[in-house]
């Protein structure tokens, strides 16, 4: 059997583990409050085989697919492969029979034309149904009692785009989910398919526009009026696809851009404005308007995090010296031009929460992950390399910030929102912490904290039997949404 690389995208925190197992009743160490009730869903890469090429990286691993089932302060746990069609066909060949990280010209020509995404990014909970996303290809509906996968999700043909993205957003008060395709129609295309679902989860509408160039757009934002493309300059380039090379390359002396368009609105009414060359942000926290302007807080970088991007692009940069931060961009909408506003608000980290009822609006408070320079060096694993050991929660509009840091050894994954029905209070926060406790040797925890007071540290605690990798996004998935959904419905 070929073993897997010894780098950094297999070794550590970042060991496959590649094992679907289920535990009921966790041990729990403190109280979880009875208002904590539903599924914390996480989307979890974990190559099943090893690596048809060494350089392989933690964002070509298969999706999995787990759950934290919480109810009456007890909690069940269970995680499974998403069994996308790559998932299927290498597990009857028990090998890797895809190449490299989204260039299918590496990929043995025994699966060529199929569908090569790995389902690997974000849990996404909309219109009853449970799908697992990663952007360069459709979402898998999963079953939320089950975890089993019930097939490629497309809207019952309806949505024509051939992907989806990992960062869809959902309205709070129309329960509609707004979302995008990109290289919507083949590899290195600039068509962007955007897209709107009501909130039974019936597709409403689907419009095409260019973006300026084939970048990776992760993410986007919408406003109660508005969507928020933005565009950073990291490329694709058939040709290198072509030679077997990157998908993506950094270009940092590329001018990065923003397109803004009602959000009911038809894309020709987008309009563009023009940002500084080079930078990236993956994550956005939220956007919301005021007084005729947008204001848009990104997890802004002065250069793209990922090393494998940079040095396809010639940017020779160690992971420790790339800065930036929470910025907010503002754009006045009554005024002509092509120009916005950047200022800093608050210090530089990435995976940003925010109260679901929150999005698209003005909003007091939202929690992201950074670094505790109290907590000795970062254990190294996740998918940049780099794990983060401190959480924050952020009040952009006063500057306030506290902290969660963690001691040296822990790396933190993203954590989830649950809301509490109290008005005084700010809910919960579930997250996974890891904690190195031998070479090789790391425990696993799931932590719930007080959203209000994430200084006092977590007021439960529920540790994980087995070794767990790290998670991309989350979800949370109240009882209430649960119940509604569609798979345990009869047709
Ligand atoms: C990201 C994650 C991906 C990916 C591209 O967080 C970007 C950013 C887990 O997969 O394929
Ligand atoms: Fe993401």
């Not at 406003?223 to 998908?247: C, M, S, V, W």
């Not at 990922?306 to 929470?326: P, S, Y």
């Not at 500057?399 to 809301?419: F, K, Q, T, W």
Request: glycine share 10%; charged share 25%; hydrophobic share 40%.
């Amino acid at each position: 059997m070929p073993a897997y690389p010894r780098t950094i995208h297999f070794i550590g925190l970042n060991t496959p583990v590649g094992v679907e197992w289920s535990a009921r009743n966790l041990d729990v160490i403190g109280d979880i409050p009875a208002e904590i009730d539903g599924a914390f869903f996480r989307a979890v890469p974990d190559p099943a085989h090893a690596p048809m090429f060494d350089d392989d990286i933690v964002l070509s691993g298969d999706g999995m697919v787990a759950k934290f089932a919480i109810q009456d302060g007890k909690v069940d746990y269970a995680i499974r492969f998403v069994e996308t069609e790559r998932y299927a066909l290498e597990k009857d060949a028990r090998r890797a029979l895809f190449g490299r990280y989204r260039n299918p010209f590496t990929d043995d020509p025994a699966v060529a034309g199929r569908d090569r995404t790995v389902a690997n990014t974000t849990p996404v909970w909309h219109g009853g149904r449970l799908f697992m996303t990663k952007e360069d290809g459709l979402g898998y509906e999963v079953d939320p009692d089950t975890l089993a996968t019930i097939g490629r999700w497309d809207y019952h043909g309806a949505f024509t785009s051939q992907t989806f993205t990992a960062h869809p957003r959902v309205d709070p008060d129309t329960g509609e989910m707004f979302f995008f395709g990109y290289e919507a129609d083949g590899l290195c295309s600039t068509r962007i398919a955007y897209a709107i679902a009501d909130r039974d989860g019936n597709l409403v509408s689907e419009q095409w526009f260019d973006q300026p160039y084939c970048s990776t757009i992760h993410d986007f934002a919408i406003t109660q009026n508005y969507a928020i493309f933005p565009i950073f300059p990291t490329t694709a380039d058939l040709d290198r696809l072509k030679a077997g090379g990157e998908h993506w390359a950094h270009q940092q002396h590329l001018d990065s851009w923003v397109g803004i368009m009602p959000r009911y609105g038809k894309v020709e009414e987008m309009r563009w404005f023009k940002g500084r060359p080079g930078i990236s942000a993956f994550h956005l926290l939220n956007a919301f308007e005021e007084d005729g302007r947008i204001h848009l807080d990104l997890c802004l970088l002065d250069t793209n995090a990922f090393g494998f991007m940079r040095e396809a692009g010639g940017i020779q940069r160690d992971q420790r010296d790339i800065h930036g931060g929470l910025t907010r961009w503002t754009f006045d909408m009554e005024k002509p031009g092509d120009g916005y506003e950047e200022r800093v608000v608050g210090p530089p980290g990435d995976m940003p929460r925010l109260r679901d009822a929150d999005q698209g609006r003005p909003y007091r408070a939202a929690w992201y992950l950074s670094m505790n320079m109290a907590g000795g060096p970062p254990l190294l694993g996740g998918p940049v390399g780099v794990a983060f050991n401190a959480l924050l929660r952020i009040e952009p509009g006063n500057g306030r910030i506290d902290m969660m840091g963690l001691e040296p050894g822990m790396a933190i994954s993203e954590p989830v929102h649950v809301p509490s029905q109290r008005p005084d209070h700010e809910g919960w926060l579930l997250m996974v912490v890891d904690r190195q406790v031998g070479e090789a040797d790391f425990k696993s925890a799931l932590w719930i904290v007080d959203a209000g007071a994430i200084d006092a540290g977590p007021i439960a605690q529920v540790p994980m039997p087995l070794p767990m990798r790290a998670q991309v996004h989350g979800a949370w998935v109240s009882a209430a949404q649960l119940a509604t959904a569609k798979s345990r419905r009869p047709a």
